[in-house]
T-cell receptor, first 112, second 113 residues
């Protein structure tokens, strides 16, 4: 099945610094989704990317899908303590369903 | 209502016990899922129900038995679990369509003793 490699596994930043997590696949992806899981919480959908080269923004978060649809990134500008959590990329492996294969996730810690 | 509700939130059970996890959604989603998440790992798919019928079983041991009584409810029956089955069990639901997102419940944190 489709697999996505996600790096880094962990990042600790000072509040106000930027943060980026990357997902890579050896195969072309039909779409990629991003989820955030707060400590002790559950995954919450952030965004979905479908088109080659797509860029989407949500306030301080910028999501990109590579031109070859084999990689994606999530960039947070000027992190805040509320950004703490684990960010997962995920791929739906069955057409029409949210049968998600997740990357290993990047745990973000933000110090005030 | 965009919530998926899971009960109980926490469960401790012995290896000889039988227990059930429950999940409910009222978003009209016709696909429902069970995922298992071990500590510091990503969620892993266990089962998928589509229109109340089991459509995917990811080779899950038979000590886990899912059930979908109706389009809003999903259960996971547990019997003779092992300590290594301790994990966060997440229910999710989604529309049945291309490129659709999953809505996750808050999970049941299960400890098998």
């Amino acid at each position: 099945g489709q697999q996505v490699m996600q790096i880094p596994q962990y990042q600790h930043v000072q509040e106000g610094e930027d943060f980026t997590t990357y997902c890579n696949s050896s195969t072309t992806l039909s779409n990629i989704q991003w989820y955030k899981q707060r400590p002790g919480g559950h995954p919450v959908f952030l965004i979905q990317l479908v088109k080659s080269g797509e860029v989407k923004k949500q306030k301080r978060l910028t999501f990109q899908f590579g031109e070859a649809k084999k990689n994606s990134s999530l960039h947070i500008t000027a992190t805040q303590t509320t950004d703490v959590g684990t960010y997962f990329c995920a791929v739906a492996v069955n057409s029409g369903y949210s049968t998600l294969t997740f990357g290993k996730g990047t745990m973000l810690l933000v110090s005030p | 209502d965009t919530e998926v509700t899971q009960t109980p939130k926490h469960l401790v059970m012995g290896m000889t016990n039988k227990k059930s996890l429950k999940c409910e959604q009222h978003m009209g989603h016709r696909a429902m899922y069970w995922y298992k998440q071990k500590a510091k790992k990503p969620p892993e798919l266990m089962f998928v129900y589509s229109y109340e019928k089991l459509s995917i079983n990811e080779s899950v041991p038979s000590r886990f038995s899912p059930e979908c009584p109706n389009s809003s409810l999903l259960n996971l029956h547990l019997h003779a679990l092992q300590p290594e089955d301790s994990a966060l069990y997440l229910c999710a639901s989604s529309r049945i369509q291309e490129n659709t997102e999953a809505f996750f419940g808050q999970g049941t944190r299960l400890t098998v003793v």
